[in-house]
């Protein structure tokens, strides 16, 4: 969702229920098993405009997708809360020299054309920036909650399971004590 600045002077709220049509983008990056609703993401953003210098927008994002467990490839609801804290500098060419932009630790991005940004792509870095690269869940006896495998077990493959579950088996088989 394209948002234009360039005439924003204070601070607007956007309140994101999950229903907006241009959350399409970020909700086809995840899968709803069939027979499961799909979640929805909420967002509660505020851009605020006072700075003639930049825009700055801060917020929240909430949600909770279905993702595949790194483990088992298993349908797990993965709840993410993440908060977003962007600068986007105006175009400052026409204000005086002496305006300065205060030290934040924030990182600085540009409007495009010097007007807007996007929501969109912003909580969607967001989402994305909250997924770890693995995604497993386990619980307090070391085992994935998803399919109740122990995580140090390897995982099994029909042929030759028993082997598999038990390497020193499978050593015995070479037959190197005759
Ligand atoms: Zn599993």
């Known amino acids: 969702m394209i948002i234009d600045v360039s005439k924003m002077k204070s601070i607007e709220t956007f309140k994101i229920e999950g229903t907006e049509d241009w959350l399409s983008k970020i909700y086809a990056e995840f899968k709803t098993p069939k027979d499961a609703q799909k979640p929805l993401l909420q967002a509660l953003v505020s851009v605020d405009a006072r700075d003639p210098a930049c825009v700055t927008v801060r917020g929240t994002v909430d949600y909770t997708p279905f993702v595949d467990c790194s483990r088992c490839g298993l349908a797990i609801s993965w709840a993410i809360s993440e908060s977003i804290e962007t600068r986007f500098l105006r175009d400052i060419s026409e204000l005086s020299d002496e305006l300065e932009l205060d030290e ?8 495009t054309n010097g007007k807007t940004f996007d929501l969109e792509e912003l909580i969607n870095d967001a989402v994305q920036l909250a997924l770890p690269t693995r995604l497993i869940r386990v619980g307090a ?6 399919c109740d495998e122990k995580l140090s077990d390897p995982i099994q493959n029909s042929a030759d399971s028993e082997n598999a579950l038990n390497p020193f088996k499978a050593l015995k088989n070479l037959k190197l004590d005759s």
């Open 141 to 146: 006896n070391d085992e994935c909650l998803v």
């Open 104 to 111: 934040t630790s924030i990182e600085d991005f540009t409007l």
